[in-house]
């Protein structure tokens, strides 16, 4: 059984940092896209960093320079180093995981608004408080 888990989340001021992980357990990691979502209030899932099983990532426009998605094959961890955070960033963050196929994660379709419906495996979310 695949079981992904978040941690890492807080309250922080506008401009600082966090580092989530996604601890994996059961199936084959390194042969997983994963990919973070995150979903603020009253808003829908929005994919936000995905990486493919050879390590190229993808990013969404507002998020490209603040937000590093990486992964640790060692210990079966995917990882999402947020700064400069704006409280529009402000939600639940979640990661998924999936067997790749077509390149989805290095297109970033991964991430696009059809995103979600290709991964089979959440997390539960780890909540993430931006204040101005």
């Known amino acids: 059984k695949v079981q992904l888990r978040e941690f890492g989340g807080g309250s922080v001021p506008a401009g600082g940092s966090l580092n989530l992980s996604c601890k994996v357990s059961g199936g084959t990691f390194s042969s997983y896209c994963m990919a973070w979502f995150r979903q603020a209030p009253g808003k829908e899932r929005e994919g936000v960093a995905g990486v493919e099983d050879d390590g190229t990532t993808s990013y969404i426009d507002s998020v490209k320079g603040r937000f590093t998605i990486s992964k640790d094959l060692a210990s079966n961890t995917l990882y999402l180093q947020i700064n400069n955070l704006q409280p529009e960033d402000t939600g639940i963050y979640y990661c998924?995981?999936?067997?790749?196929?077509?390149?989805?994660?290095?297109?970033?379709?991964?991430?696009?608004?059809?995103?979600?419906?290709?991964?089979?495996?959440w997390g539960q979310g780890t909540q993430v408080n931006v204040s101005s």
């Open positions: 998924a995981a999936e067997g790749c196929w077509n390149g989805y994660c290095k297109t970033g379709f991964c991430i696009t608004r059809d995103g979600p419906q290709l991964f089979g495996f």
